[in-house]
């Protein structure tokens, strides 16, 4: 833990008092969004100390040429950024003359709160200008769940000790850069600026990609809560930018107040040439509906979303509140609206790795939005690969795969691969796996075996097409090897047989091949379709099957577990227990190759195919290798906890569950890995919400029925989740001794518990 | 090959007819250099066709802002780039009014030659410009090796068909770019312009390294030979730049000429508030003696290098050629009067690479040097490595090693690191080795043992530290292992045990075990001295001694080889001869993973190992290990094929030897490797001259004597080469059947023929 500023709540995140160390900290974790944009938690005016300003558009986004030292073959040229979009919040705020800025005044009862249960944002301080005047400030923002091309702003200032002149400022700015921009360059290029009465519209278009964004605002001022219904005494335009002012005189405890609606309209959702008519509907819409109607839709907008996607803990605040900022911050970011869309790995909260789609979303968030959405939305994630299927045979031929070898991007936002490390864009070759195990799960958990006949089957044969052609025939083995890869551990690069790697791209081939004969069964319009489309024949599966059936696994008769690579056991196996505090963590201390030739494991890496496959594997076998590879394992990717935290209670051991649940769920709150201020782990949360419902929960789906094995950390009284199975939803509900289980439904459900098999009638309280 | 289109000659390389396309190309192998400094082969006149422009200062250098996608700990901020210096060749040239530019206009009787015996470049050919005008040209340049800081050119024009007002426009320009600049910046910024009468002065300063530099120029305008003694019409002066215009009439068949000397002072050699003044003082001798008289120097001074370093071979032109190019590019590029300065792999003739100093120097240039050089130029290249001692240590404690332990740099100017790769830069450790063998080799070939207990001695204590501290005991093998390195192939990157490195480790520590030894039996007080500042005892010499006797080497005994690495033998074993040449350069067709996990060698490994430990292992060893590894060794490093042609050689295989001399000798000239226009692979072209004298020579020093087994390839009549040997000069002439030696000094010596010891006396011949 790095952090412990923020205050325990089951609802809400707080922070109290002013610290300007904490400013990016704090713009990162209360940071909201809506699906559609996002924001990270600026303060609307102007404030000259440190801040990472960012705003987001879901889908916007713009190629960056790519920046290496040294060039190889198969990189590709671009890579697609997440876009610092304009400036819709910002409203400078002037006081008899002064400027509002944080940094240059005194602050007094500085408080936030992200209230997640109501979905709002709420800032409040006092402040003693230069000048000597006092003012109280509370400032209330949301992203408008129902209308989601709106933001709205409640900004009230209130002096304290004397009368003031308040001018509000408020602009809308299309003039922002990416700080991780890879030349400077500025990515939006300004279209067109129009404003009247209390609106502006600022539309500004995407180089290269051309999407086209109108940024627009409209303002309200009101006095001790009554709208003066003025204009602005004044309007300053650039090309990019329109600011406009408005000033009241009030006196002491007066109420001096703007309410701003602002936000974008896009390409993506409406013809470009109609995006200022677009914003003014919007606009119409919101002032009609008035501040506090849009407020109260908020509040039930997501109370509709906890509704289904809440996990009670009780007698455990910080556990609360972690497990709700992680189901929060996921539905913020992805509400599987819309399927061009998926999920960034810092969301709408920072532009750290570009791209919106990792194999983070097969591995760790499909099972989320499966288990806590209608399973349409799990459906459209997996569409989103079908349909870049074409780019993913692209991305294979760049490295020389030929016959529709499908290598699916290590980081994309349109199917093209945009990363450029040798190591991770030509190595990392497993995310392939994910891809085509995520199809499995999916059928596995909904039931829904349509989607592999339509779509799934040519993802998957893409994907067994690279595996046959990726594997070696090792003449001093007799078997298939798979050399040069670099495993979920990125603390090791290019190394041989990754058991991991290999053992995944086995079942890949694998299951493909079933799956090729249950179609041809059951679906023969589909399976001729498919295999005239992807030209495949029966000497070729031959091929595959090879092989599949001699894959080689490292193994290690001494200590009877399966190693990382071939080479692991050469490594000098000091634990992490044993390593000086003050060297951690690694990937900050020490060079690279240290690193590399170090046993430490940066996250699940055998452990992640003993996860996906647990049924493979004996509870005896996870053991074995979790004692092995655990105390190596030094959890500096936000994905490794929370798969030890499941395997951890799997096993019985329910502290190392429970330390590693906190770590999971409050990795971004606590700061574990002193990096939060530039954004948040998103796709990591997921595996948070995994490690209550699949670990605590030990939630199962094995022939078509729902296992549980509920155990209870210590800590904890109880706690409780819901899960969306086959539509209907079946909330669980452990405490010591017992678990309870209510069905929303029409049809009984067969559940095991501990092996045991219950029937769950609808509507009926089941005590096990 | 990749081009032919330079014609054979002894002495000189020939040119004949224009083709744009080839423009680069040659720019690249008719460049001139002194040592001091150097230009590519660019026109005089504007060009406005395809053209890298390169002039270059031995010794100035940048250090540009390192450009990388992904930062990782322990890279260097910086790049030591060679600068593009400040242009003083150039001239305009208006004919008529219209600007000569051999892009613009009908080209005739193109021609160049680089006369190597004189040291002179000419360019001559015929134009008819767009307004009728027929001139003939013919402009020779050379770099005075006398006077060092001069460059001249004799620019002469000769109307065919009419009159023909001539302008000849010369300037100094200090307005240059590096084409590689990572962030388009310019490296110069300029201090102060000058001119007057013939002569201008152009200072600058190079940003951050502040090396000022002055280039200049002098001009006379000549009429049928006739110095007109005119001043300019007209000088241009700017910021960075001066140009001057003379103007003249010419009737048909007339000559007029330009006579341009010019150059640069530098900082590095005056007092950087006289810069101007010491160009004056150049000008003034160059002046003195006249255009014949200096070019007349020149041939001298080239016939004085000639004498010692020639190597002659008979009946084979393009062989002859091919090895007197690399001579003399050597020659052009380091002339070992300056100990700061070293052989950059493109030498004057790129900008590709960066910095000056790479293991070349070591293993591959010093041989040369200290054969054909006096021996204080080989110790100069030894004490430039002493005196970045505390450089390499700073840069070893980068990347965490501690107690004095020394990491050599990839690539430096100064001594540290600029390269940022890490699989090379924090991996291609063998590098250290090269430059404690070098240590070793120049004892073993000169005899002059004082060099370690003055300074090799601490080098060598450094480096044995690193090895001590980068090897890694593995339980598994009860033997100390060597993780995560990039041997000499840089086609295997972040392997284990790569056998040339674990090999030259062990050495070094060996090597240095007994240097300490015998330093404190036979110079006590050097001993003590560097003992005391080193602060090593007993103790730790044991842990190093430790390491080195336990080291592991992978062994294939099914094979009978060593291997490359530990997992070679997983690699699909498919030899060079059976792949696709329609795949090859592999390094421009294949994605580095596929490089990576194919079994292609790109430079002698393993086989640079029996290089340097030859005699460590028996000729049937050898044949073994070249049988192995030959067939897998696709040679796209410049520094690869003249080991295979040693080896071949030292097998019998003449055949082989040759067809691997011919690709040393003229990888440039033929461009075997199709890039030949980023300029010159220098460094390499010392490992030709090995190829002749330790590969067709057969010498080797053994015992304080000199050992030969000459060997000719049938395509000879025969050959000779000169070495000087503890100094002396022994001549060795090879023909079939019989072997002349011829010795130019005052004391017998010993030499060892086939086996057999021959006594051969001072200036008599002798022949066995």
């Known amino acids: 833990m790095n952090q412990d500023y923020i205050l325990p709540d089951n609802w809400s995140i707080i922070e109290e008092g002013f610290d300007a160390e904490r400013v990016e900290s704090s713009e990162s974790l209360f940071s909201i969004g809506n699906g559609a944009m996002g924001q990270r938690a600026n303060f609307e005016e102007s404030y000259s100390g440190h801040t990472f300003q960012g705003s987001y558009i879901a889908g916007v986004y713009y190629p960056d040429k790519t920046k290496v030292g040294w060039w190889k073959n198969g990189y590709p040229e671009y890579f697609a950024k997440v876009l610092n979009a304009p400036n819709w919040i910002g409203i400078d705020i002037i006081i008899n003359d002064e400027i509002l800025d944080l940094s240059k005044c005194e602050v007094k009862n500085f408080r936030r709160e992200l209230n997640m249960q109501e979905g709002w944002y709420n800032r409040s301080f006092e402040a003693i200008l230069q000048n000597g005047t006092e003012v109280s400030v509370n400032v209330t923002r949301f992203l408008s769940l129902v209308s989601d091309e709106l933001g709205v702003i409640n900004y009230e200032v209130k002096p304290l000790n004397r009368a003031a002149q308040i001018t509000f400022k408020p602009y809308v700015d299309a003039g922002v850069k990416n700080v991780d921009a890879n030349w400077e360059e500025k990515f939006w290029e300004p279209l067109d600026v129009q404003h009247s009465g209390n609106e502006a519209f600022v539309t500004a278009r995407t180089y290269k990609t051309h999407f086209n964004a109108c940024t627009f605002m409209h303002n309200s001022i009101f006095l001790n809560g009554k709208d003066l219904e003025i204009l602005p005494a004044n309007a300053e335009a650039s090309e990019d930018k329109v600011q406009f002012s408005y000033t009241i005189e009030a006196n002491p405890n007066d109420t001096a107040a703007i309410i701003k609606f602002g936000g974008y309209t896009v390409s993506m959702n409406h013809d470009k040439d109609k995006l200022a008519d677009a914003a003014k509907n919007v606009i119409d819409d919101a002032k009609a509906k008035g501040y506090e109607a849009l407020l109260g839709e908020q509040k039930a907008a997501w109370a509709s979303i906890w509704e289904m996607a809440d996990i009670t803990i009780e007698g455990d605040v910080k556990a609360q509140q972690g497990i709700r900022f992680n189901i929060f911050q996921l539905n913020q970011t992805y509400l599987g609206k819309d399927p061009r869309l998926n999920i960034g790995p810092k969301g709408f909260t920072g532009e750290k790795y570009g791209g919106s789609t990792y194999w983070d979303t097969e591995a760790y968030c499909i099972p989320f939005y499966m288990a806590t959405k209608d399973q349409q ?48 864009t030509f190595e990392e070759i497993h995310r392939n796996g994910a891809i085509a195990f995520a199809i499995y799960n999916y059928y596995r958990f909904t039931g829904d075996y349509s989607y592999i006949p339509e779509k799934g089957l040519e993802v998957l044969i893409g994907i067994a097409r690279f595996w046959h052609q990726r594997a070696t025939y090792s003449t001093n083995r007799d078997q298939y090897v798979i050399l040069g890869v670099t495993g979920p551990n990125e603390y090791e690069n290019n190394v041989n047989n990754n058991f991991y790697t290999n053992y995944i791209a086995k079942w890949c081939i694998d299951y493909a091949l079933e799956q090729i004969e249950k179609v041809q069964e059951n679906y023969p319009a589909d399976h001729a379709r498919v295999m005239a489309a992807v030209q495949l024949d029966a000497a070729e599966m031959l091929q595959w099957k090879n092989v599949a059936d001699n894959m080689y696994f490292p193994y290690s008769e001494k200590h009877g577990v399966y190693l990382q690579q071939d080479n692991f056991l050469d490594k000098e196996l000091v634990k992490v227990a044993d390593l000086d505090p003050s060297q951690r963590p690694i990937n900050q201390k020490w060079s690279w190759d240290r690193i590399l030739r170090s046993p430490y494991i940066k996250q699940a890496d055998v452990l992640q195919g003993f996860y996906f496959f647990e049924d493979h594997f004996s509870k005896e076998d996870l053991e074995k290798h979790f004692d092995f590879y655990e105390p190596f394992t030094v959890h500096e990717s936000s994905l490794s906890p929370c798969v030890h935290s499941i395997q951890a209670a799997v096993l019985g051991r329910m502290e190392q569950a429970y330390t590693f649940y906190l770590r999971t769920s409050r990795l971004d709150l606590d700061d574990y890995n002193k990096e939060v201020k530039e954004g948040l782990h998103i796709t990591s949360m997921a595996g948070t919400w995994m490690s209550i419902v699949e670990g605590f929960g030990g939630m199962r789906v094995k022939n078509d029925t729902l296992h549980f094995e509920p155990r209870i950390p210590q800590q904890w009284k109880g706690y409780s989740f819901k899960i969306n199975f086959r539509n209907q939803v079946l909330k669980v509900s452990v405490h010591a001794g017992e678990t309870n289980f209510t069905l929303e439904g029409e049809r009984e459900l067969a559940v095991v518990v501990n092996g045991k098999e219950v029937t769950v009638e609808p509507n009926t309280l089941v005590t096990v």
């Not at 349909?387 to 980081?411: R, W």
């Open 377 to 424: 939305v799990a459906r459209n994630l997996l569409t989103y690969r079908y349909n870049q299927l074409d780019k993913a045979i692209e991305n294979a031929a760049k490295l020389g795969f030929t016959n529709g070898a499908a290598l699916y991007p290590m980081v994309t936002m349109n199917g093209e691969e945009c990363h450029n490390e040798w190591e991770i």
